[in-house]
């Protein structure tokens, strides 16, 4: 652990503090990703997704890829969040086109009462391993993020046996059945705290759970099938992390896609910080929800897709709408979902480099 660097430019970890800097630090999420044709030519050469998730080198050479490219204040994990109930048993795999399925969805009683914690030492041991690994590369440059699924977003996956467009087979076990829903949430959730806590022995400095189809819940279900197991996830976190030669604080990141409506609920679940999507106004979510945790947000991806001038003016406006921030109110510039694939990494140079400019200017 004592090989680790203390972070040079730990703007971002600030921001999540509500501390006072200099500009409004800037990541992505999916910024190491299809977009970039030097990520493209890695995952060819690792055979597919799972080849460079599983390989340590590949994921810290593709984790690296868009810091060589851009001025982010922020690496994170190149990894999926299905890596989990894939270690759970459930033979995760890869449709050319159709995305993620699993193998041995859980289907029957009898599936759901043979789910079991795996042992995240051995079975993921691939993951923390491109952890130390990526961390001990950056060298300290920037800090590294870890991160899950959420349980409930995990659960989606394990009982559809993939994606879905209306989330039936799920939600008729979490209606019909809520026990058997109950069971798979508490597994999954000591799951994931494990995981976490594994990435962050391995060196990550903050981490992030991706509650990504937590919108799909209906008001009350969403604070009782997940929001209650990701505030016993944070719970279990630690806020430090000795590196040997010195400590680091580890501040943690929820984001509910789709949770706008329950931006209170979510600032109460312990987390640093709240991630919100492109439908939140970023000023009335700071007046929401004040010196309870920091945001993180939230440009629309698709505003990628326009010219330069047009960027800079939506940078701009995202970041007036959030003002300036002050000691006690903390923002971190992220796009409101991953991503897109087509989106050309010159666009992406623009937007990083406006929200810097934009947000010193602010703050004169």
């Known amino acids: 652990m004592s090989s680790f660097q203390p972070v040079k430019n730990d703007t971002f970890l600030r921001a999540l503090r509500r501390e006072p800097t200099e500009y409004t630090p800037v990541w992505l999420m999916r910024q190491a990703g299809r977009y970039l044709p030097e990520y493209r030519a890695t995952r060819a050469k690792a055979g597919n997704f799972m080849g460079l998730c599983t390989n340590p080198e590949a994921a810290c050479e593709v984790t690296l890829q868009p810091l060589e490219r851009f001025d982010l204040d922020a690496a994170i994990l190149f990894s999926d969040i299905l890596t989990v109930p894939d270690a759970m ?7 050319e086109g159709e995305g993620p399925k ?4 859980l289907v029957t009683e009898e599936d759901v009462a043979k789910l079991a914690v795996p042992d995240i030492g051995t079975s993921l041991k691939y ?10 590369a950056l060298g300290g440059k920037v800090p590294l993020i870890g991160f899950s699924g959420s349980p409930w977003t995990l659960a989606c996956y394990m009982v559809e046996g993939g994606g879905s467009s209306d989330f039936r087979k799920v939600k008729t076990m979490l209606y019909q059945r809520p ?27 903050a981490v992030m759970i991706f509650d990504s189809w937590g919108g799909a819940l209906a008001d009350g279900a969403f604070q009782k099938f997940s929001l209650n197991y990701i505030k016993k996830i944070v719970a279990s976190l630690p806020l430090q992390a000795n590196r040997g030669s010195f400590v680091e604080d580890i501040p943690s990141i929820v984001f509910t896609k789709g949770g706008g409506l329950w931006l209170e609920d979510i600032a109460s679940s312990g987390a640093t910080a709240m991630g919100v999507d492109w439908t939140v106004n970023l ?21 990628l897709f326009a010219e330069p001038a047009q960027i800079e003016a939506e940078v701009a406006k995202a970041l007036e709408s959030f003002g300036v921030p002050q000691a006690g109110a903390g923002h971190v510039f992220n796009l409101g979902h991953g991503i897109s694939q087509f989106t050309n990494p010159d666009s992406v140079e623009v937007m990083v480099n406006a929200v810097h400019a934009y947000s010193r200017k602010q703050r004169q």
């Open 179 to 205: 026990d058997l829903m109950h069971r798979i949430l508490e597994v999954t959730t000591e799951a994931v705290s494990q995981y976490l806590r594994a990435q962050i022995d391995a060196g990550a400095q």
């Open 102 to 105: 699993f193998e041995r969805p």
């Open 283 to 303: 000023g009335q979510a700071r007046a929401r929800v004040g010196d309870r945790c920091a945001i993180q947000g939230n440009l629309d991806p698709n505003v």
């Open 127 to 136: 993951v923390t391993d491109a952890v130390s690994t990526i961390r001990g």
């Open 89 to 95: 048993g459930l033979g995760l795999y890869f449709s």
